[in-house]
C-alpha cells in the first residue's frame, strides 16, 4: 500500500503556517489551541502533530527557554499538572505506559527549542505495527476534537 487517505488533515496542510511561539498563542482561549487544563503557571495542550493518541505537551505559560529558566513555583507547578495529566490519560484512554521527556535544543530533537515543554505520551503494547516500519507512516485512530472532548470532560 503507497497510500493512507486522511482527508481531514487537508486542512492543516493549507493552513498558513502561523509566526511565533506556538505554546505562547496557545495560552489563548481559542479552542483550536487544544487546551485540556490550565493552572496558575502552566497549561497543557494536545499535540497537532502527534508521536501517538493521547499526546499532550505541558509548558509554562511564562515564555522560558530551559528549566533553569523557572522559579520554583513554576516547575512545582508544572510537574503537578504532568502528574494530573497522566492521571487522566490512565483514566479516559488506559493505555499500558508513557513516554515523558523533555527535548531542550535543537539538536536534542526540540522543535520549539526557545520554551521549554514536557511531552507525554501515551503507549500501548503492539502500539508499533506494519505502518511505521514498512510505510514510514503513523496512525493515530483518535481526532484531536474527539480526544479534547474527552479529556476534558
Not at 8 to 30: L, N, P, T
Not at 34 to 51: D, R
Not at 64 to 91: A, F, H, N, S, W
Request: aromatic share 8%.
Amino acid at each position: 500500500m503507497d497510500k493512507l487517505w486522511a482527508p481531514w488533515r487537508s486542512r492543516f496542510v493549507k493552513a498558513r503556517k502561523k509566526k511565533g511561539c506556538i505554546f505562547c498563542m496557545g495560552k489563548r482561549k481559542d479552542k483550536n489551541a487544544f487546551i485540556v487544563k490550565k493552572t496558575k503557571f502552566s497549561f497543557a495542550l494536545l499535540n497537532i502533530y502527534p508521536y501517538n493518541n493521547g499526546h499532550v505537551m505541558v509548558s509554562p505559560c511564562r515564555h522560558v527557554k530551559d528549566l533553569k529558566g523557572l522559579t520554583d513555583k513554576e516547575l512545582l507547578d508544572i510537574m503537578k499538572l504532568v502528574r494530573d495529566m497522566q492521571v487522566l490519560l490512565e483514566k479516559r484512554l488506559k493505555p499500558h505506559g508513557f513516554n515523558i521527556g523533555i527535548n531542550m535544543g535543537k539538536v536534542a530533537g526540540a522543535g520549539y527549542k526557545d520554551h521549554v515543554h514536557i511531552h507525554i505520551v501515551p503507549r500501548w503494547r503492539g502500539d508499533v505495527n506494519f505502518m511505521p516500519v514498512t510505510g514510514n507512516t503513523k496512525v493515530i485512530p483518535q481526532s484531536l476534537e474527539e480526544l479534547r472532548k474527552l479529556l476534558t470532560k
